[in-house]
């Protein structure tokens, strides 16, 4: 695969490494350490710090350091995004076995194999996906990754969530994505960048009212596991990033599916949500909640 430009692991940096703060600021593509300019390499980003955290290699020093900050105070992280995406991609194939071929992917990430994209087209080839993330960083890695696939069928769309019209009225989105027809609209790992101000419940209740009857919202949310001081410590890791990670509850988690159905096992921690095999004993050591709910 080839992205858009390289991350620091990928020029093998280190002993040798680019300074990160002046990467970007030239304009000689090839120049050592050249990253688009809209590419800020000395906050932490979210997308960043997951990928770092997923064993990914499009992070740099600043998203690193972050990570570091959530390993040290909650060792099982790494264990944990995986569990989340792992339920991404088991919520997509349920969704699209039940027959829904219209995905919109908010909070998209930095997308890797078994992207929504992936899991959807195994069932349905044909399958309709729109991605969105306010980062700049993920549009590019989109893209690349998306460069040969059909206009027709999806969409990058660089846009907020905290305006979700912007979103449920983008032409790009609906050049791709037919509203009369249902839609799973995913907000995975997203809605803890929501500050409590931010309202997320009436984030959902936006998209909610937009979808047409037969179509889904699927949500995976981080919890602080019963443990708010080692809760709080992990988060301080993006204290300094470009969005903050506030936990929720269960009865918060579950209150985000209003005016929805939510489908069996309910809102769960993420590994219980339909395993495939025996769910680990430890699944309460996974500290995200997540659920599937459906309009009726
Ligand atoms: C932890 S990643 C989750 C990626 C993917 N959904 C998954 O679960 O594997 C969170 C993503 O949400 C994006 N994000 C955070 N706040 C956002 C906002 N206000 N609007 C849109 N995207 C946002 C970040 O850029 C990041 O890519």
């Given at each position: 695969?080839?992205?858009?430009?390289?991350?620091?692991?990928?020029?093998?940096?280190?002993?040798?490494?680019?300074?990160?703060?002046?990467?970007?600021?030239?304009?000689?593509?090839?120049?050592?350490?050249?990253?688009?300019?809209?590419?800020?390499?000395?906050?932490?980003?979210?997308?960043?710090?997951?990928?770092?955290?997923?064993?990914?290699?499009?992070?740099?020093?600043?998203?690193?350091?972050?990570?570091?900050?959530?390993?040290?105070?909650?060792?099982?992280?790494?264990?944990?995004?995986?569990?989340?995406?792992?339920?991404?991609?088991?919520?997509?194939?349920?969704?699209?076995?039940?027959?829904?071929?219209?995905?919109?992917?908010?909070?998209?990430?930095?997308?890797?194999?078994?992207?929504?994209?992936?899991?959807?087209?195994?069932?349905?080839?044909?399958?309709?996906?729109?991605?969105?993330?306010?980062?700049p960083v993920v549009a590019?890695?989109?893209?690349?990754?998306?460069?040969?696939?059909?206009?027709?069928?999806?969409?990058?769309?660089?846009?907020?969530?905290?305006?979700?019209?912007?979103?449920?009225?983008h032409p790009a989105v609906h050049e791709v994505l037919d509203f009369d027809q249902p839609i799973a609209v995913l907000m995975v790992a997203l809605l803890h960048f929501i500050k409590p101000e931010e309202d997320a419940h009436g984030i959902v209740t936006t998209f909610r009212t937009a979808l047409p009857p037969g179509s889904a919202v699927v949500i995976s949310h981080g919890t602080d596991g019963g443990d708010p001081e080692t809760s709080a410590e992990a988060r301080k890791g993006w204290d300094n990033a470009t969005s903050q990670f506030t936990v929720r509850d269960r009865t918060d988690i579950t209150a985000l599916f209003d005016g929805l159905d939510l489908i069996p096992p309910g809102v769960v921690n993420v590994p219980l949500w339909r395993p495939d095999g025996p769910a680990r004993e430890d699944w309460a050591a996974i500290w995200f909640d997540g659920g599937v709910g459906l309009k009726r």
């Open positions: 695969m080839t992205f858009g430009y390289a991350g620091p692991h990928d020029r093998g940096e280190g002993e040798a490494g680019v300074d990160e703060s002046t990467a970007g600021l030239g304009d000689d593509p090839l120049a050592p350490g050249w990253v688009p300019p809209e590419i800020d390499t000395t906050k932490a980003h979210p997308a960043r710090i997951y990928d770092c955290l997923l064993g990914g290699k499009d992070h740099f020093d600043v998203d690193r350091q972050a990570a570091e900050v959530v390993i040290k105070a909650l060792p099982g992280a790494r264990d944990m995004v995986r569990e989340n995406r792992a339920f991404l991609g088991r919520a997509v194939r349920h969704l699209a076995e039940s027959g829904i071929t219209q995905f919109l992917d908010v909070g998209t990430g930095i997308p890797g194999p078994g992207n929504t994209g992936d899991v959807a087209r195994a069932v349905h080839p044909d399958a309709r996906v729109v991605y969105v993330d306010y980062d590019v890695h989109s893209r690349a990754l998306l460069a040969g696939a059909d206009p027709a069928l999806t969409a990058i769309v660089v846009a907020d969530v905290r305006d979700p019209l912007s979103i449920l009225h």
